[in-house]
């Protein structure tokens, strides 16, 4: 019975955070903004004419600036989210009323901190093939977090690991050095 009461705690849970998340998500074409600059990068880079890939790096451009104003509207909206519902335990899996054991870390705050990082990565005046390594590490390391929100780290670091064969540790590792301290500083 204690393990079937658990199960329905943690899938009440669950989904409690997928509906707050995705309501602030709804509004914002973020998802489709990552995948458009995945693929578009995946083709600047295999790109054989160096006027066509700056053509293609130019073209994302429109789309990477959308992002960045995208990310960091919904940190700001997400921030009038109710404190306590935005609390992320720290622990790797997933524990009744673990936020409460003071090893959490505010997802509103993680929010603000991926979009000063994507921005700051978007706003780099670096060659565009370093750019985009670190422009994707920002946005995968931003889903990652909105993974382990609504589910837990543990779940989290399997997906990435099953949908872009990049471990959470090669993650933290891509992202800018400001982005790093920051993020480790929330979540360690």
């Known amino acids: 019975m204690a393990l079937v009461a658990l199960w329905i705690a943690w899938a009440r849970q669950q989904q409690r955070r997928i509906v707050i998340l995705a309501r ?22 295999g790109e054989s004419d160096p006027a066509r890939s700056e053509q293609v790096w130019g073209v994302l451009r429109g789309t990477e600036d959308a992002l960045c104003r995208q990310v960091r509207k919904l940190a700001e ?48 005046q670096s060659p565009p093939k370093d750019r985009a390594f670190v422009i994707l590490a920002e946005m995968l390391l931003m889903q990652h977090t909105c993974h382990w929100y609504c589910r837990s780290k543990s779940v989290a670091s399997g997906r990435m690991l ?27």
């Open 77 to 124: 909206d997400f921030s009038g989210v109710e404190p306590a519902a935005t609390r992320v335990s720290k622990f790797p899996i997933w524990l009744p009323r673990s936020p409460a054991f003071d090893r959490s870390f505010d997802m509103r705050e993680a929010l603000r901190m991926h979009a000063r990082g994507i921005c700051r990565a978007i706003d780099e």
């Open 24 to 45: 602030y998500l709804s509004g914002h074409d973020i998802e489709k903004h990552i995948e458009t600059l995945s693929q578009g990068y995946s083709r600047a880079l």
């Open 162 to 188: 099953a949908r872009h064969r990049t471990s959470y540790e090669q993650l933290v590792g891509a992202v800018l050095p400001q982005t790093r301290q920051a993020y480790l500083g929330l979540v360690s």
